[in-house]
């Protein structure tokens, strides 16, 4: 299992987490960070200093592009490239588990348009 830069993202979290854009990272699990509120979370690529950007599809989208600008310009600066993922949904499977179902590329032009 490779060893994901979990600190790096959570330092650039961190650095431009401001009042107007309160941001934090919540859990990590595999590939996967999920950030507070759920809004959207990063996955992991095989490339270490790329990232996908992932948006869940419960946010309102234009409240979370402010957030997602200055994380993308944060990350430049740091050699990091925040891409453009898919949308997700996400659902409490039970009790101590959820189940992440991700869109396609095709539903998420849909979604914009909405």
Known sequence: MPIYPLGTIMELVESVSTGSVPMKVS??????????????????????????????????????????????????????????????????ADDQNVSIQFIKKEQDAQHDRD
């Open 27 to 92: 859990y990590a699990y595999d590939d996967l960070v999920f950030m507070e509120h759920n809004a959207f979370l990063f996955q992991f690529t095989p490339e270490l200093d790329k990232v996908l950007l992932h948006k869940n599809i419960d946010a309102k989208i234009g409240e979370i592009e402010e957030p997602i600008a200055v994380l993308k310009a944060a990350a430049a600066g740091k050699g990091i490239t925040i891409n453009d993922g898919s949308l997700y949904r996400i659902e409490q």
